[in-house]
């Protein structure tokens, strides 16, 4: 179970830096040379260049695999700590536009896989399948090449995973590219015009998959995805750059680490053309606690000395662990669908447990820094919110051990309506002057908001001397999608670049939709354009609460220029009135800050009125006037007023206890401190109420846990609300919340003592004599109804032993174990109306629609004595019967396999341990295995791969909750389905 950090032990987890560390290092398990070289001619020379070909569909590389999770075993308890508590200059900097956008590319593939590079006087953009150079930095968008294939510098076609990257202490291009299953080729120019340069091409077939290169001292490293063992590949950089037939390479294991099923390790590249000295290339990992063998959150660092001349002599270390800030980096169980996209679009990948690209490094004079981020789910109590987790490291100089230098957590802000963002896929880079800009992806959270923004591209950044952990920059948009993705394969990787010439723009290219499927870049800067330039960014007091007819105004001024500034004037204002001008004495350097308290002090003594202060610089020669204020509201509130806004546990779920715990959000609205103030809360109307000791300070809130527990413990709903009871609250209408608590077992009991319920089922090829289930519930899974065909009526009789029986039968066809009214196939059918007692049997429709897939699915059949069935399957009746079967539509195959339910088998090991297995000897070379709870919430999705035409998965579910849970097994287009129980 992950718990907060305090924030002294979070500090001191930083500067420390190391939480656990061996000693012990490993050899190559791999020294070899590159398979063959062979030289290719300048583009320039050649008249028939191959345009590159638009790929439809899902790229197959590993990407493509879930990554591996343990259900329960890292529940979101509390929100992302840096989210949740976010510094005052969050965003307060004023950003510029982007210098230029344009649209790099366009591709049909899902994902496009979009990568740049930028060189003295070109930039390359690739995609998945093809790559553009652009010949004028100033005006990309009409001085290109045009999408070209990969079979233009590349041996062959395929997929994918094209990847660029400048190495600027060479001045040379270097591409790979990877042929799924069939190894990966390197290509490095033989001079700095990739237009007029040769290429030398090497083959090196013990690349797997997603390899991402890195530029570094004396090697070529590139990370590479394999089954079973996570490889890192040092290729010999001078014999490359020399175009060397014989160039080294040797192959690196990862001692120690421990992974999701998917290897992405990121290996640090070098920003500029300042190179460390050979050797401790440095590899890192992130470690999520969901993950099977991960005991706390936390990445991992290796380094890697590559002796080419002496291979043997060659060593990787074992693994520096690095404990970070607790954070949730699983989505959805390890599915792809993830962040709903609006208006009803598909849930597009969050690019989970994986280090996004790339990790950089850049040398300063007293230190060296390595920046890499990955995205997180901010929100623990109303639904998924990304967000990106970013760091920095720092080592005092070459070779010496790494350790947290600054941590953070960027949220996109809400809409100008509050509507919230994700915030994700993102990468970032240091300038020349230790300045941070970061590049990412942006969407609104709530599908059903009127004024949605659809996946779009944004930047953000901060100063060397902003505080640390913080992006203080506001965000800034790159360019609007204007449709969403129409997969849910999105991106993979993203890329920021910086132009080598002036070390300080930034380039950052990304996914998004603009009329079809865009890899757009946008060019922006961070550094000062001006030499004079300041304003002032934040109005740190008064903030909202109690205010006076004395407030003191403090604001926080920025140097946006090159050059110093000093004594200068500052003004304020409030509602529009006279101007208050006062000289702030003294000196800011350049992107520094300072503190001013106006001495004139400000009368905002209204109670429940809202001031508008504005506060500004008027610095003399000031070069950009657009950035020399800022407005903030306060609001002088009313003394007292609270209310209960959030109750954050229980939540629905199965078996819930008698003793469960009420937690509750408190919210003091009013401007005073509240202390000793009651809150009550409401179970079905019985109350308890509480004393809170507080204190609450005004415009603030607080969580509290009621010590008198609930018992949530029979099956059904409960009406849950709480409110605060302050005798002086000056707004009752604020003080109440509440919410409905659902305790099922979806297994729902009734009494069919008398006769009522579902004596005898016939349907098609299943005819069973149930008779009276015990508590009214009826596990016929282990029977199979073949439907052979959808879009088909079929005859359903059903004898009972009393009058008055409605039915209604449900089919799961989306299997997530949630029967809902669009999954009705017979519709509250009466047998025997006004009768009593006595043998009745009739028989009905029940209706397949065409849209059914094949495939096996969970059916229930629940009668209901005098009333209609009603529309939750899970109610219990006080007469009737409930029964589940399995209904197999169609014929279900993999590949040119027919399976059946036999093929399944979950074999429950003891300890809530079940062993997964199905044989299909010609079957597809993946299945999806996803696990749901009652509630429908998909817990697991994994990809099992075939081996031998057998598919195995150890699935523990120890950290679960006690109750039934649905397995199913298959693809898309249909599965295998089986209810285990955990207890």
């Known amino acids: 179970m992950k718990l907060q950090l305090s924030l002294l032990f979070v500090l001191a987890l930083i500067s420390s830096g190391v939480s656990a560390q061996q000693v012990s290092s490993e050899g190559a398990f791999y020294t070899g040379q590159v398979a063959s070289m062979r030289y290719v001619e300048p583009l320039s020379s050649r008249t028939n260049l191959i345009p590159a070909e638009d790929r439809t569909g899902e790229a197959q590389d590993g990407r493509s695999s879930r990554p591996e999770v343990i259900p329960g075993k890292d529940p979101q308890t509390t929100n992302d700590y840096f989210a949740s508590n976010p510094h005052p200059m969050t965003g307060k900097i004023a950003s510029r536009s982007p210098l230029i956008v344009f649209d790099a590319s366009a591709s049909s593939s899902q994902p496009t896989d979009p990568s740049l590079a930028v060189g003295p006087n070109h930039v390359i953009s690739v995609f998945n399948t093809g790559f553009v150079i652009f010949n004028d930095k100033l005006d990309p968008a009409n001085n290109n090449t045009g999408q070209l294939s990969v079979t233009n510098i590349f041996s062959g076609g395929g997929c994918c995973d094209l990847t660029v990257s400048y190495d600027s202490a060479a001045d040379r291009w270097v591409l790979s590219y990877l042929f799924v299953g069939a190894g990966a080729e390197i290509a490095v120019s033989d001079g700095p015009d990739p237009?007029?340069?040769?290429?030398?091409?090497?083959?090196?077939?013990?690349?797997?998959?997603?390899?991402?290169?890195?530029?570094?001292?004396?090697?070529?490293?590139?990370?590479?995805?394999?089954?079973?063992?996570?490889?890192?590949?040092?290729?010999?950089?001078?014999?490359?750059?020399?175009?060397?037939?014989?160039?080294?390479i040797q192959g690196f294991n990862l001692p120690g680490i421990v992974t999701s099923g998917f290897f992405s390790p990121q290996a640090l590249n070098v920003t500029d053309d300042n190179m460390p000295a050979d050797?401790?290339?440095?590899?890192?990992?992130?470690?999520?606690?969901?993950?099977?063998?991960?005991?706390?959150?936390?990445?991992?660092?290796?380094?890697?000395?590559?002796?080419?001349?002496?291979?043997?002599?060659?060593?990787?270390?074992?693994?520096?662990?690095?404990?970070?800030?607790?954070?949730?980096?699983?989505?959805?169980?390890?599915?792809?669908?993830?962040?709903?996209?609006?208006?009803?679009?598909?849930?597009?990948?969050?690019?989970?447990?994986?280090?996004?690209?790339?990790?950089?490094?850049?040398?300063?004079?007293?230190?060296?820094?390595?920046?890499?981020?990955?995205?997180?789910?901010?929100?623990?109590?109303?639904g998924e919110k990304a967000g990106v987790r970013w760091f920095e490291l720092r080592q005092d100089g070459d070779g010496q051990p790494w350790t947290v230098y600054q941590e953070g957590t960027y949220t996109s802000p809400d809409t100008p309506t509050g509507g919230e963002k994700h915030a994700w896929h993102a990468s970032?880079?240091?300038?020349?002057?230790?300045?941070?800009?970061?590049?990412?992806?942006?969407?609104?959270?709530?599908?059903?908001?009127?004024?949605?923004?659809?996946?779009?591209?944004?930047?953000?950044?901060?100063?060397?001397?902003?505080?640390?952990?913080?992006?203080?920059?506001?965000?800034?948009?790159?360019?609007?999608?204007?449709?969403?993705?129409?997969?849910?394969?999105?991106?993979?990787?993203?890329?920021?670049?910086?132009?080598p010439v002036n070390d300080k723009t930034f380039w950052f290219i990304n996914e998004y939709m603009n009329s079809g499927r865009k890899n757009v870049v946008g060019v922006f800067q961070i550094t000062p354009n001006f030499n004079n330039d300041a304003g002032v960014v934040s109005i740190d007091t008064p903030v909202t609460g109690t205010l006076s007819d004395s407030?003191?105004?403090?604001?926080?001024?920025?140097?946006?220029?090159?050059?110093?500034?000093?004594?200068?004037?500052?003004?304020?204002?409030?509602?529009?009135?006279?101007?208050?001008?006062?000289?702030?004495?003294?000196?800011?350097?350049?992107?520094?800050?300072?503190?001013?308290?106006?001495?004139?002090?400000?009368?905002?003594?209204?109670?429940?009125?809202?001031?508008?202060?504005?506060?500004?610089?008027?610095?003399?020669?000031?070069?950009?006037?657009?950035?020399?204020?800022?407005?903030?509201?306060?609001?002088?509130?009313?003394?007292?007023?609270?209310?209960?806004?959030?109750?954050?546990?229980?939540?629905?779920?199965?078996?819930?206890?008698?003793?469960?715990?009420?937690?509750?959000?408190?919210?003091?609205?009013?401007?005073?401190?509240?202390?000793?103030?009651?809150?009550?809360?409401?179970?079905?109307?019985?109350?308890?109420?509480?004393?809170?000791?507080?204190?609450?300070?005004?415009?603030?809130?607080?969580?509290?846990?009621?010590?008198?527990?609930?018992?949530?413990?029979?099956?059904?709903?409960?009406?849950?609300?709480?409110?605060?009871?302050?005798?002086?609250?000056?707004?009752?209408?604020?003080?109440?919340?509440?919410?409905?608590i659902v305790n099922s077992n979806c297994e729902p009991g009734a009494?069919?003592?008398?006769?009522?319920?579902?004596?005898?089922?016939?349907?098609?090829?299943?005819?069973?004599?149930?008779?009276?289930?015990?508590?009214?519930?009826?596990?016929?899974?282990?029977?199979?109804?073949?439907?052979?065909?959808?879009?088909?009526?079929?005859?359903?009789?059903?004898?009972?032993?009393?009058?008055?029986?409605?039915?209604?039968?449900?089919?799961?066809?989306?299997?997530?174990?949630?029967?809902?009214?669009?999954?009705?196939?017979?519709?509250?059918?009466?047998?025997?109306?006004?009768?009593?007692?006595?043998?009745?049997?009739?028989?009905?429709?029940?209706?397949?629609?065409?849209?059914?897939?094949?495939?096996?699915?969970?059916?229930?059949?629940?009668?209901?004595?005098?009333?209609?069935?009603?529309?939750?399957?899970?109610?219990?009746?006080?007469?009737?019967?409930?029964?589940?079967?399995?209904?197999?539509i169609g014929v279900l195959s993999f590949g040119d396999n027919q399976v059946s339910s036999e093929d399944l088998v979950i074999i429950h090991q003891g300890n809530n341990l079940f062993e997964v297995t199905m044989i299909s000897p010609n079957g597809p070379e993946k299945l999806e295995l996803s696990v749901y709870n009652i509630l429908g919430q998909q817990i697991l999705n994994r990809r099992l791969e075939s081996n031998n035409g057998t598919y195995n998965y150890q699935l523990n579910m120890n950290y679960v909750s006690s109750g039934v849970y649905m397995v199913r097994l298959g693809t898309s287009q249909g599965g295998l389905v089986k209810k285990i129980v955990v207890r």
């Open 279 to 382: 050797g401790n290339a440095t590899i890192i990992y992130l470690q999520d606690d969901a993950w099977s063998g991960v005991s706390f959150d936390h990445f991992k660092i290796w380094t890697i000395d590559a002796d080419f001349d002496n291979p043997g002599n060659s060593t990787v270390s074992a693994p520096t662990e690095i404990a970070t800030d607790p954070f949730i980096s699983v989505f959805d169980g390890g599915s792809f669908s993830n962040l709903t996209q609006p208006g009803g679009g598909v849930a597009i990948d969050a690019l989970q447990a994986t280090i996004m690209n790339q990790a950089q490094f850049r040398k300063f004079p007293a230190y060296n820094s390595a920046l890499f981020n990955f995205v997180v789910d901010v929100d623990a109590t109303s």
């Open 751 to 888: 009494n069919c003592t008398l006769g009522d319920g579902i004596v005898r089922l016939q349907l098609e090829n299943v005819d069973n004599n149930s008779g009276c289930d015990p508590d009214g519930y009826g596990n016929y899974t282990n029977l199979i109804v073949e439907l052979p065909t959808p879009d088909a009526d079929y005859d359903l009789t059903i004898t009972t032993g009393y009058g008055n029986q409605f039915v209604r039968a449900w089919i799961d066809f989306n299997d997530d174990f949630v029967f809902t009214i669009d999954e009705l196939v017979v519709n509250n059918y009466e047998i025997a109306d006004g009768q009593g007692a006595g043998d009745y049997t009739e028989t009905m429709t029940l209706s397949v629609p065409a849209s059914a897939s094949p495939g096996q699915h969970l059916m229930r059949v629940k009668t209901n004595w005098n009333a209609p069935v009603p529309d939750d399957a899970c109610e219990e009746t006080t007469y009737g019967e409930t029964e589940d079967y399995l209904a197999e």
């Open 551 to 740: 407030e003191e105004i403090t604001v926080t001024i920025f140097n946006y220029g090159l050059d110093p500034i000093a004594d200068f004037d500052v003004t304020y204002q409030v509602d529009g009135g006279a101007v208050v001008t006062e000289t702030f004495n003294g000196t800011i350097e350049s992107t520094e800050t300072a503190q001013f308290s106006f001495v004139t002090l400000a009368d905002l003594s209204t109670v429940g009125q809202t001031y508008s202060i504005t506060a500004s610089t008027a610095l003399a020669g000031d070069e950009d006037n657009g950035n020399d204020s800022t407005t903030k509201e306060v609001t002088f509130l009313e003394p007292n007023d609270l209310g209960v806004t959030a109750i954050t546990a229980p939540q629905s779920g199965t078996n819930l206890p008698a003793d469960a715990e009420i937690t509750v959000t408190i919210t003091n609205f009013g401007g005073e401190s509240q202390s000793n103030f009651d809150v009550t809360y409401n179970l079905d109307g019985n109350e308890v109420t509480e004393q809170v000791a507080g204190p609450l300070a005004g415009n603030s809130e607080l969580s509290y846990t009621f010590t008198q527990t609930a018992d949530l413990s029979a099956f059904g709903s409960y009406s849950l609300s709480a409110r605060t009871d302050l005798p002086t609250d000056s707004d009752n209408t604020n003080d109440e919340t509440a919410v409905t």
């Open 195 to 248: 237009n007029t340069a040769g290429w030398y091409v090497y083959s090196i077939p013990q690349i797997n998959d997603y390899q991402k290169l890195s530029v570094w001292s004396d090697g070529y490293y590139i990370t590479d995805n394999v089954g079973g063992s996570n490889r890192v590949w040092a290729l010999e950089r001078d014999a490359l750059l020399a175009g060397d037939p014989a160039a080294s």
């Open 428 to 499: 970032l880079m240091m300038d020349g002057s230790g300045n941070i800009g970061m590049g990412y992806s942006a969407m609104t959270v709530d599908p059903s908001d009127p004024n949605p923004i659809r996946v779009s591209s944004y930047y953000t950044g901060r100063y060397a001397s902003d505080p640390l952990g913080t992006m203080t920059i506001e965000e800034e948009l790159i360019a609007n999608g204007n449709a969403n993705i129409p997969g849910l394969r999105y991106g993979d990787y993203s890329k920021i670049d910086i132009d």
